[in-house]
């Protein structure tokens, strides 16, 4: 079973930062894709970003892409999401995710393609 804790969000001006953690919970975190995905009310949840277990390549949606920057420190078993240029666009639950089994070889870039999933945490960004 792996659990997924997130923390960091909050409330930030247009233009400002944040960055968001995600502690996992899993005996073999350096193996896993991981992933970050939003969802704003009324809409239904997005791919923000995600990470590979092997080369530790990234992948972003286009409307975060230069703004956004998802990272993972394997000995903390956790994975990071920092964002600058906020905008209020960007305000929504974020929430990070788990594959159901490690050693992925395709890109996750699909809600479908997890199985694990935190609590979420709120990113709200004023104009």
């Known amino acids: 079973q792996v659990q997924l804790v997130e923390s960091g969000g909050g409330l930030v001006r247009s233009g400002g930062s944040l960055r968001l953690s995600c502690a996992v919970s899993a005996p073999t975190f350096s193996s896993y894709y991981m992933g970050w995905f939003r969802q704003a009310p009324g809409k239904e949840r997005e791919f923000v970003a995600a990470i590979s277990w092997r080369d530790e390549r990234t992948y972003y949606a286009d409307s975060v892409k230069g703004r956004f920057t998802i990272s993972r420190v394997n000995v903390k078993n956790t994975v990071y999401l920092q964002m600058n240029n906020l905008a209020p666009e960007d305000t929504a639950v974020y929430y990070c995710?788990?594959?159901?089994?490690?050693?992925?070889?395709?890109?996750?870039?699909?809600?479908?393609?997890?199985?694990?999933w935190g609590q979420g945490t709120q990113v709200t960004v004023s104009s």
């Open positions: 995710a788990a594959p159901g089994s490690p050693y992925g070889v395709y890109a996750k870039i699909k809600a479908n393609d997890y199985n694990y």
